[in-house]
């Protein structure tokens, strides 16, 4: 996994690379999209659950045509919603060197760059996924993302605000722009975009963990774990509590340090 931490100088870099691990749970590192999944991958349990018996299946059919774009697309899913990062970007870039204008190829490249830490060249790809004149609200809202985490939160507010207007209130989205509020420590609205993505899909993991973290940041610990803690394991549960509570921990020793 990824070694970029929930905490650092720069606000974009304390709060971005943190939008997924609440999302996975039992990860050693905090890191953005394992708290969000806001490049759209798949949780970690949810993948070993769906994924891991298609693997073989897929290895062979790639090795067989590892040129062939639509089981490269197939194959570097997979290897994304397993964990393997590095891999799933190999495999992806292999086939976007026979295919370059494909454009759910590059989607897949882009999003698999993003996983692995190269956000620059991710968003350079996804920006060839897709035109102006046929955008694509998945790959803004990507865009998005990766913009947040080179902290550019405004130029990512935009991307958002482009995939609303072509799906209005979609979930995934407005969790993506209150998590960029949260960057810019405009916690305030951040809840109020997570309550809105909530309402609209409250069953949907990763919304419900940022919705958590957002009220944890601000000391709505009791609302934040009872978010956490709903519809799952009890194991799951205290997993998910944990990690909040060490993000918590982490966000207080850097205002102490800030302070100093």
């Not at 606000?11 to 691990?21: C, E, G, H, K, Y």
């Not at 509590?241 to 060490?246: C, D, E, K, M, S």
């Amino acid at each position: 996994m990824s070694k970029r931490f929930f905490l650092a100088p720069h606000p974009a870099r304390v709060l971005f690379p943190a939008l997924m691990v609440l999302a996975l749970g039992g990860c050693q590192t905090t890191t953005l999209d394992d708290v969000t999944g806001a490049l759209g991958g798949k949780s970690e349990t949810a993948a070993k659950a769906d994924s891991k018996p298609d693997m073989d299946a897929l290895r062979e059919r790639y090795r067989a045509k590892p040129n062939d774009p639509n089981t490269a697309i197939e194959y570097g899913r997979a290897l994304r919603d397993t964990g393997q990062r590095a891999q799933a970007v190999a495999v992806l870039e292999q086939a976007v060197l026979v295919h370059p204008s494909n454009k759910p190829l590059l989607a897949g490249y882009g999003r698999a760059l993003a996983d692995n830490g190269n956000f620059q060249q991710a968003f350079d790809v996804l920006s060839r996924a897709h035109t102006p004149e046929d955008p694509d609200w998945r790959i803004l809202s990507a865009q998005g993302a990766v913009l947040d985490q080179l902290g550019r939160n405004e130029e990512a507010q935009q991307y958002y605000a482009t995939a609303l207007k072509i799906v209005p209130d979609e979930p995934s989205v407005l969790s993506n722009l209150g998590l960029s509020y949260v960057l810019q420590n405009n916690l305030p609205r951040a809840e109020e975009t997570l309550r809105r993505a909530h309402e609209r899909n409250a069953a949907d993991a990763r919304v419900r963990a940022n919705l958590a973290l957002v009220l944890g940041l601000q000391g709505k610990q009791a609302e934040a774990e009872a978010i956490v803690k709903a519809d799952l394991p009890p194991d799951q549960a205290a997993a998910k509590v944990t990690a909040l509570r060490q993000l918590l921990v982490k966000k207080q020793q850097q205002q102490r340090a800030d302070n100093k």
